[in-house]
Every structure is written in structure tokens, then in C-alpha cells.
């Protein structure tokens, strides 16, 4: 009966699952400006489109192909003109530690161009411990 017992407790503790839950903290934040940072300096000073396109999680180019986030890119700069600045305007983090590990990120930025501004969102899940773009959503705001 005892060994019953014992083998009932370890499957029952081998069966749990234990996470930590992390939501909007600013080091998590920071981690995903990093990802976004590097976007945007490769859209105002990089050449290698290859370099952008590593930023992207794979799960993104099964919906968008990358000619189509090459066209993406360039309407925006054609409908508003190049990147002048960018400020995050708002930011959400669930960070999950444990047996269910997961991390996800969304930050919104405020981009001023040239001739109009934009309102950009990125989604980001962490992939094998490298933080990656799975959505990204330009928005044109017209001028009043």
C-alpha cells in the first residue's frame, strides 16, 4: 500500500506543471526595443534586407511572404516618406517561466516621417530564447 502511495504522490508531483508569470515588466520591454530598434535602424541606414528579414519569426512569413513585407515597407515610405523618429507609445509583456514556458510582446510606436506620421504595432513571441516579430501593422494617420 505504501509503495501505491509513494507512486501516486510522484506521478502526482511529476504531472504539475510550474510557472512563474511576469506581466509588463521593464526589462522584459527593453529586451523587445531591442528587436524593434534594430528594425528601425536597418530601415534608415542598413542596405542588407536579409538582416530585416531575421528579425521576423518564420510563423510571420507563412502569412506574409517577404516580397509582401518588402512592399509593406515601401508604401509606407512612398505614403508618408522616410522615418524621421520614433517613440514607443504603448507596451504590453506576459513573460511565462516554467514548465509552460512562453513570451510574448507588443509594443506600439508613434513614427514620424517625412510627410505624415504612422502608428506601427509589433507582436513578438520568443522563439528558442531569441525574441521575434510575428505581426507588424502600419497605420497612416491622415492629416487634419
Not at 97 to 107: E, I, M, W
Not at 117 to 125: A, G, I, N, P, R
Request: glycine residues 4%; proline residues 0%.
Amino acid at each position: 500500500m505504501k509503495k501505491i502511495l509513494l507512486l501516486f504522490c510522484l506521478t502526482l508531483i511529476v504531472s504539475c506543471s510550474f510557472n512563474q508569470t511576469f506581466t509588463n515588466r521593464e526589462s522584459d520591454k527593453d529586451d523587445a526595443q531591442k528587436i524593434t530598434q534594430k528594425l528601425y535602424w536597418e530601415l534608415l541606414y542598413g542596405s542588407n534586407k536579409d538582416k530585416i528579414y531575421e528579425l521576423f519569426s518564420d510563423k510571420f512569413f507563412e502569412v506574409t511572404d517577404k516580397d509582401k513585407l518588402d512592399e509593406l515597407i515601401l508604401s509606407a515610405q512612398q505614403e508618408s516618406g522616410v522615418i524621421k523618429e520614433y517613440n514607443l507609445e504603448h507596451w504590453e509583456t506576459l513573460v511565462v517561466k516554467g514548465s509552460n514556458a512562453s513570451s510574448q510582446y507588443l509594443l506600439t510606436y508613434d513614427v514620424v516621417r517625412e510627410s505624415g506620421t504612422t502608428k506601427e504595432t509589433f507582436s513578438m513571441l520568443k522563439e528558442d530564447g531569441i525574441i521575434k516579430i510575428v505581426g507588424y501593422h502600419i497605420n497612416h494617420i491622415l492629416k487634419k
